[in-house]
């Protein structure tokens, strides 16, 4: 199966007044046709360039995008904003035209396309609808909530009948309830026109809810990728088990509740996230487990969790609580501060 976006060997180098800024190095990803792809990473790690290289505003330094087997590096600009117009794109910041109405902000991307104005007012209001804003076409971005100007946004995004919606931090302004909201229109859009979605975020909570891959980019190179839930039960990267294990896991408050016993963390998949694993391994073993740190998420219908815990002092209580470990197939791996 061909992915309809290919990311070849992308390079992006900034010049500055002092000196040279490398914000991506060998971006390599395959984003297939209906799939809502996340891509994650810290403040500053270069997701947002990628973003804006997929779709040919900001020209990579080397490397290629391959959309639907065409090779953007080599179109004329005329054919790159004929291909933008398959390459719908939602910010943070939303960029509505606060001279215009709602109506008339969902009508633009119409107009740019060539559309007659009766069919542009008649999709830019089936649109409006979709989206749940039916009620406000004839309200201006300042007479709207945070949501609203969203919820606008995507359905201009999505006017010219994209088969790739790019989302760079769509949700970042929002507060949580709304976020839900968005994030579930998103989710419709994909399930009900088809649309590819690429979701730009620093919040694992964004990929945990709508993503079905994820790739983790941390100091502008891919530091992991694969499907979300292996990628949360087995993180490889250190980033990722930052990321998975809530960003705080590497503090020393953390780690100073403990002594100097080995830590080790344990992950949960779907079938014994809801096991008492650990209170029994402490049953058997008849030794006490100090325990550190541990996260719950729900993705999809399963869930999964990460526990970060210490193992009581002595080699042989230690091999005691793995040995119990490895015969309920429970994955661990012994970790230290560094690692995390």
């Known amino acids: 199966m061909e992915p309809i976006i290919k990311i070849a060997n992308i390079e992006k180098t900034f010049n500055t007044a002092n000196g040279s800024i490398k914000a991506l190095s060998n971006i390599n990803l395959d984003i297939y046709e209906g799939e809502i792809f996340g891509i994650i990473g810290l403040s500053g790690a270069g997701k947002s360039t990628l973003v804006r290289c997929i779709n040919y505003l900001e020209e990579p330094t080397e490397g290629d995008i391959i959309f639907e087997g065409r090779s953007l590096a080599h179109m004329t600009e005329k054919e790159r904003r004929k291909t933008r117009q398959s390459m719908g794109m939602v910010f943070q910041s939303f960029n509505l035209l606060e001279q215009r109405n709602a109506l008339d902000n969902v009508c633009f991307p119409l107009e740019i396309a060539g559309v007659d104005r009766k069919q542009a007012l008649k999709r830019a209001n089936e649109l409006l609808e979709r989206v749940g804003l039916g009620d406000r076409k004839k309200s201006f971005p300042s007479m709207l909530s945070g949501g609203q100007k969203q919820r606008v946004a995507i359905a201009r995004a999505i006017a010219t009948n994209p088969k790739v919606l790019l989302c760079d931090e769509a949700t970042s302004a929002l507060d949580p309830n709304t976020t839900k909201q968005i994030l579930e229109l998103l989710k419709s859009i994909n399930n009900e026109l088809g649309i590819t979605v690429i979701v730009i975020t620093h919040e694992m909570k964004v990929i945990e809810t709508i993503c079905n891959r994820v790739a983790i980019i941390d100091r502008s190179t891919i530091a992991e990728v694969g499907e979300v839930k292996e990628i949360f039960s087995n993180p490889k990267s250190k980033i990722g088990k930052q990321l998975i294990m809530g960003g705080r896991v590497n503090d020393d408050e953390i ?23 650990v209170s029994e391994m402490i049953l058997a073993c008849g030794a006490p487990v100090n325990i550190l740190h541990a996260s719950t998420k729900t993705l999809g219908s399963g869930k999964y969790g990460q526990m970060l815990v210490e193992l009581p002092p002595g080699k042989e209580k230690e091999r005691e609580c793995m040995d119990y470990l490895d015969s309920h197939n429970i994955k661990y791996e012994e970790v230290n501060i560094d690692d995390l």
Request: no cysteine; hydrophobic share 30%; aromatic share 8%.
């Open 255 to 277: 780690w100073s509740r403990g002594g100097d016993g080995r830590k080790i963390r344990i992950a949960f998949d779907e079938e014994t996230t809801d096991l008492p694993v």
